[in-house]
């Protein structure tokens, strides 16, 4: 997930994110009113995550890098042989969230899963999250964005499409995938997105020794040339890349692509913008809302802050605020990096069926930065 | 021999000083109020660079421009006391196992810190960077300017060194000691600490840079960010630092609330 529209700015904009922001501002001035006060929250030390919300985990692929596996039907039922029975989160609560989100100052929603665009009350969601108060955003594999279904987006209120490209060779893609075809639609979805005028991000997976690759060169030349922002995640320990440690980074590798930021339009969500440094964003610039309404730090921590069902968004927050892993500020990738913290996640999400793991196994009150 | 030797053994536990530092070199806090871990995992850390006297003098010179009669060896002379003393000090000996970086600041008075810091100091630490670094880049993210935006923590002891630039060419040792001390925190630790310790600002903390420029780079881990803690911003809980970015350094302004994190670091300066 990204943070580009963040509005902490202490250097001036970029001629096309200034005019972004007019347009934005015409058309729906309360979401801009919104998203231009972040700044001045962050100044007075309060937060404004951008939510992704995974109300379903459908998905027509099965990537090999995935961090939503653990959390879908199929795995479930392949690997413990059982079905989840826990409640999961209906176009109410989503109206919920949202509204209380909007009181917190919140604006930011993405819709990501499992693969949106193959939810059926996809309308209905965006609807319930309500676009005229949240920019909406749509993570997708772009199989299903064609001319039409883009226009389509558009004038429900999606404001943005973030497209998942993990190469820029279309075998290695598809590959990678696990899906034939499904490089060609990328690329159709990129042109159909921007004729119909939605904002565009490509994202891509880094793994190991990725960033070293003339292919990644590539990626990042074709996103600068279409004017597009390629925004990177680090393979992490957890997920389908839980069996595959080869794909987790090293310092290196972030290094490089930090070095990469400079010449081309690429970066990751803990690039500074406009010269505001965010470094590792839990709580502080994202959270996840599960399919059963709990809510993590991080896509790829797999431990619950809360079930919104029982505590506020505002508490959950808070907690998180005040967890020594997620509160302070910190340059570095907690959940791909810091091996401390990454053996305490491994042990603690081994074997379990249904994730995340609740508030107070997982993240506590408790929780310390030492044995 | 006193009847019971118990006793005399407790009398001299009890007057043995307890070191103010640790075996890494960092400074033990003595229960400030304000914000700060007892404990470290050493998460982030800085690795002691190279120290050779003849380049950090040229270096300075060159980017900073100090003038007068003091010779690289008399630089070398007086930094090498202030060691010595911190050693011959049981309660100071370890800080001397830490990170230590000597610098040399020019005689200078200046009308307005945040101008100086920002017109001659940051400029000396690019120019500086930039030499040894030529890859890589300096970025000051805050644009905004820095005239009249700083002051002195009062408790900070901080204003003895300006003092001392005033009257002449200042030699002094930089120790990146207060690790995972809120602000407030190091500005109360460097306040409890024995007289010759001060709290590290701009104009100490720039010549530390320009004397050591990959103080901050690592490639195998991450360094933790270096407040200028006795500096005050424009705004209360505002505070202005170094940080890598990558292999670059980048100076900028930051809210710090008056929390303490792993990431968070403050330097002490001692005069020679
Ligand atoms: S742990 Fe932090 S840096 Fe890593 S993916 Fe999560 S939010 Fe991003």
Redesign the interface.
Known sequence: MMISTSEATQNKLTPAEQARREGLMARKPYIAAKLAAISAMEERGEISPIIRLEKSYLCNFQCTHCSAEYYMDRHKKKVFKIADARRKIDLSDIRELSRQADELGLARFVITGGEPLVMKDFDEVVEAIDPEKHYVIADTNGWFLDDKRARHLKSIGVEKVQLSLDSFIEQDHDSFRNKPGSYKRVMRAIDASLDAGLNLLLSTVLVKGRAKTEEFLNLCKFATEKCVGLYVSYAKPTGSCSDHPEFVIDKEDADILRELEKDYNVFTHMTPTYGSFKGCITVKGIITVTSTFEVTPCPYIDFSLGNLRETSLKEVLARGMRNPWLGPYRPDCLIGEDQKFIKIHMEKTKGVTHLPVPWGQGFSDADSLFD | MTPNGLVLEECDLAEKPLPLFDEHGRCIPSKPTAAV?S?T?R??AIVQPEIEYGDIYKRIKKHLGVSGDITASEFERRAEVILQKLQNDPRTKKITDGVRIPFILPKATYADYGDALERIYLKAVRDSFNNKFPQY?FVN????GLAGKLSIAPESRHARLVEAMQKDQAVGYFFPCLTEYSVPAAIEQAEALPDQFLLAGGFDTCAAMIATPDLLLR????PP?LWLGALQGE?E??GYHF??????L?F????H?N??????CAGLVVLG
């Open positions: 871990h404990n995992r998460y982030f880049d993210h805050h644009k905004d490639t195998d881990g991450y960010l705004k809980q505002v940080e890598a970015y990558g292999y670059n980048t900028n302004r930051k809210p609330f929390q303490v994190a792993e990431y968070w």
